[in-house]
Each structure stands twice: as structure tokens, then as C-alpha cells.
């Protein structure tokens, strides 16, 4: 027999084996699903509270399906952040057991990480595993032990959950000023000054476009750097004009709401830059 006739002989024979061996295998049970941390739906909650030692305690609540923070900022809050923290609810937990409250240094839980607040439910964060550093952490009178996937966000100040947005949802603008150009509606047209003939109708809906769409980088405390200047804007139907003082420095431009003390990090200086009229 050919030799190249015997070693697709022996292929067959292996295919077969292995056939075989697969059909009269058991089949392996499907591991059971881990209950979640906690049977909070998501949608049901409306109000969530953060203390941790990186800054004071900060609130934020469902307003009309809308995230605001209620202190210590009362500013629009970062909606998308929030959806992510929430995943906490239904996180699986690996292992879970009664506290035992004569060794809460053990766990961590002496002097928490954190705590957070979901409407009335209260979970602490304590310290880790010392062989897989899973996280502990207790609500009410029971531990669990889950995935350590959300410090980055249980130790967050109060600035990382605002909004980045320099505007809250559905704003309008009815006039702009900075140091250097004003842009204002006049009869039911955009008119700028100083005028320029180059400068088109749609450059002006263009430019007040970007700052109601604009996400700046960051939001953190404000310096209390002197700044260069001022940027009014009057949004419709509000009373009271958004004030921004402008800070160049070596971290880029910022736009610094004084009466909040928060500095808005720009991603440019384009914002600033008079509307021009594309070639």
C-alpha cells in the first residue's frame, strides 16, 4: 500500500476516533448564572449620592429624565457617566455572606472607600481580596465580594460626574459677545459686529451651532488664575446671561464659570475664533 494511501488512512481513523469520543462525551452543564449585586432596576432610581475622602459629598437626580447635580454644583450632570455606575446594580456577585461586624478592618469597611447611595439603598465599598482583589462590599447586613471594576468611579469628585457639555439639552442662543466679536439677532437675523462682508448668515449659525455643541475635555475647580477676558451669552428664555471668563495658560483655554468656581477645559481655542465664511 502507498505510503501517502496510509496517511490518509490514519487521518480518517483520527477523525473518526475523535468523533466518536465527542457523541459519547457528557455534556457539560451550563455553570450557573451569579445573582446580581442588588434587584434595583435601573430606571427606578432617581436620585444617587457619592462620599468618598477625594472630596465632599455630591448628589445628583433624575429631573424630567435628565441628570442634575444638586450639590454641591447645580449644574446639568454627565448622563453617560452615570449609566455606567449604574451597572454596580447588576453586577454579578461572586460570593456573599452575613457581615461580621467584630472584623469590619479586615473587610475594609472600618473606614470605607466609599459609599454610595442609590435613592435609599446604601452600598459601602471596603478593601479587596487578598488572593483574586475582588472587592467587598456591604449592603445593609450582608458582604459581597464582586468584580473590582468601578473605583474609578466610586472615588470620583464631584466635578468628573458634570456634564460636558457647556449647555444644558435643547438650549437656544439669542446672542453671543466676547472680547473680540458680538453676534446678536436683529429682526429675525444674525447681525455681527464688528460687520464683515465676509462673514455669511450661515457662518453666524455655524459658530453659535458649535457652542451649543461643543464638549469641552474636562471640568475641574476653578484656579482663581486671572483671566482675559469675558464671554457673555444670553440663552432664550432664561433671565440671567452665562458668564465665562476666559484663562489661557499652559494646560490650554478654559472657560471658568466664577459664581460655580468651574473651569470648562477646551479641546481648542476655535471656539473663540471669529465666524469665518468657508472658501
Not at 449659525?205 to 464671554?231: C, D, F, M, R, Y
Request: hydrophobic residues 40%; without cysteine.
Amino acid at each position: 500500500m502507498k505510503r501517502q494511501t496510509l496517511i490518509n488512512l490514519f487521518l480518517l481513523l483520527s477523525v473518526l476516533v475523535l468523533g466518536f469520543f465527542a457523541w459519547f462525551s457528557p455534556v457539560e452543564q451550563e455553570q450557573p448564572k451569579q445573582a446580581p449585586l442588588t434587584g434595583l432596576n435601573s430606571v427606578a432610581i432617581k436620585r444617587i449620592k457619592i462620599h468618598n475622602n477625594n472630596g465632599p459629598e455630591f448628589e445628583m437626580q433624575r429631573v424630567a429624565g435628565k441628570w442634575q447635580m444638586v450639590k454641591p454644583y447645580p449644574v446639568p450632570a454627565n448622563g453617560p457617566r452615570i449609566d455606567i455606575l449604574m451597572d454596580l446594580l447588576s453586577t454579578p456577585q461572586v460570593d456573599s455572606f452575613p457581615v461580621p461586624t467584630e472584623r469590619l478592618a479586615e473587610f475594609g469597611l472600618e473606614k470605607p472607600l466609599a459609599v454610595v447611595t442609590f435613592n435609599d439603598t446604601q452600598i459601602t465599598f471596603g478593601g479587596t481580596h487578598p488572593y483574586n482583589y475582588r472587592r467587598y462590599v456591604r449592603i445593609e447586613n450582608q458582604l459581597y465580594l464582586i468584580n473590582d471594576i468601578f473605583p474609578h468611579h466610586v472615588l470620583a469628585r464631584a466635578e468628573d460626574f458634570i456634564s460636558h457639555a457647556l449647555f444644558p439639552e435643547n438650549s437656544q442662543i439669542s446672542e453671543i459677545e466676547t472680547p473680540e466679536w458680538h453676534i446678536f439677532e436683529t429682526d429675525g437675523n444674525w447681525q455681527m459686529t464688528p460687520a464683515s462682508q465676509e462673514t455669511s448668515a450661515e457662518a453666524l449659525q455655524n459658530k453659535l451651532n458649535s457652542w451649543l455643541h461643543t464638549w469641552v475635555s474636562k471640568v475641574s475647580k476653578a484656579s482663581g488664575e486671572a483671566p482675559s477676558g469675558e464671554i457673555v451669552v444670553q440663552l432664550k428664555g432664561v433671565t440671567e446671561p452665562t458668564r465665562f471668563a476666559i484663562i489661557r495658560n499652559k494646560t490650554g483655554t478654559l472657560l471658568v464659570r466664577e459664581e460655580l468656581g468651574l473651569a470648562y477645559h477646551l479641546t481648542s481655542d476655535n471656539l473663540l475664533q471669529a465666524p469665518v465664511t468657508p472658501d
